[in-house]
């Protein structure tokens, strides 16, 4: 059974359980929407998910359908089971206040994504330095092969894309809609997801 899609608001971040087995899809309702994701095993919040180990046994950056994503312990928290856009980004770290404060200038900083996951997250007793970088869905990471520089351009999800993920494992999950403009092509917008029981 899948449930209703569940709204993130603009700017703001939730968090939740999700059984072993079961499905999270992610959606971006309106197009060009970043929607940070970050997982941690709900029995041990030691355990949370990699971007080094995943990219590394990957051997490439740019995980799409049947890539699993590992944790710091090289056990596989999700794998990904659909993906209609096929870019994402795991390199970055969850926009935060100092962000916006170092990137952009900012005298009055949002809390970013990195604030909205640690409100979201603190009533399971993971606090914020537990925050790993998370799987930045939809996120258009551009790299310079020779230089290492990197850009992010506009999001490649157009309305109704989506990502869908199989828990391999009981897990706490944390996910927001992107505050930083530079990552939504300057404007934002909500994400919607929903969970489904396995089949």
Do not use: W
């Amino acid at each position: 059974m899948c449930g209703h899609p569940q709204k993130i608001e603009p700017r703001s971040g939730v968090a939740f359980t999700l059984k072993r087995g079961q499905r999270l899809t992610v959606i971006d309702p309106e197009g060009e929407q970043v929607a940070d994701l970050v997982a941690f095993v709900r029995d041990d919040i030691d355990e949370v998910i990699s971007s080094g180990r995943t990219i590394d046994y990957a051997s490439r950056l740019f995980l799409t359908t049947g890539d699993p994503i590992y944790s710091n312990r090289s056990n596989v928290l999700l794998d990904i089971v659909e993906d209609t856009v096929g870019r994402h980004d795991f390199l970055l770290t969850p926009c935060s206040a100092d962000t916006f404060r170092i990137i952009y200038g900012d005298e009055h900083p949002h809390r970013g994504c990195f604030g909205n996951l640690a409100a979201a997250l603190e009533p399971y007793g993971i606090g914020p330095d537990r925050i790993p970088v998370a799987f930045n869905v939809f996120m258009h990471v551009a790299i310079d092969g020779t230089t290492g520089e990197i850009a992010v351009k506009p999001p490649l999800s157009r309305a109704g894309d989506r990502v869908v993920f199989e828990a391999k494992v009981d897990l706490i999950v944390g996910l927001t809609a992107c505050s930083a403009l530079q990552s939504n092509n300057y404007a934002f917008k909500p994400i919607l997801y929903a969970i489904a029981d396995p089949a």
